[in-house]
């Protein structure tokens, strides 16, 4: 199963207008390989509160499909050091999200991906990940790197 981008909060709102949330929980469970890009990362993680997107819909739960017991912030970018005209930064409006919430959140940057298989996250690509979690430091990922702790 593939599922693309747009907009996170409309995706996942079609999800549930569909009825399929629970269909596709259960066809992954059952060995269906799922692919998602974007938006369609999002919504295979635990909620969508770590997309980028504007909520121009409102979803009925922002729970998504819950593939993975985790976060993803896709088209993660390092905050610029120095710069006073970014404003607000996905690493702050990550850490915001981890001052209410208890979870890995996983900063993809563009050009990555997370392999995932039974037991196993492997990142692929050319441009590695940030991972956060409440009260540490992020830590640095590159390619061929093992992320399985992110499954405990």
Do not use: W
Request: aromatic share 12%.
């Amino acid at each position: 199963m593939y599922i693309g981008g747009g907009n996170t909060f409309v995706l996942l709102k079609g999800l549930y207008e569909a009825g399929i949330i629970e269909i596709i929980r259960k066809r992954v469970k059952d060995g269906l390989f799922y692919i998602g890009t974007s938006a369609g990362s999002n919504v295979a993680c635990k909620s969508i509160m770590t997309t980028n997107d504007m909520p121009i819909v409102y979803p009925p739960s922002f729970f998504a499909l819950n593939l993975v017991s985790f976060n993803i912030n896709p088209h993660y970018i390092d905050p610029i050091q120095n710069s006073s005209h970014m404003g607000e930064t996905r690493e702050v409006r990550i850490k915001e999200f981890l001052f209410y919430n208890n979870e890995y959140v996983v900063g993809l940057r563009e050009g990555s991906m997370l392999l995932i298989r039974d037991y196993d996250i492997i990142l692929k690509g050319i441009n590695g990940a940030r991972v956060f979690k409440k009260d540490r430091d992020p830590l640095e990922f590159h390619s061929g790197d093992n992320l399985s702790f992110l499954l405990k």
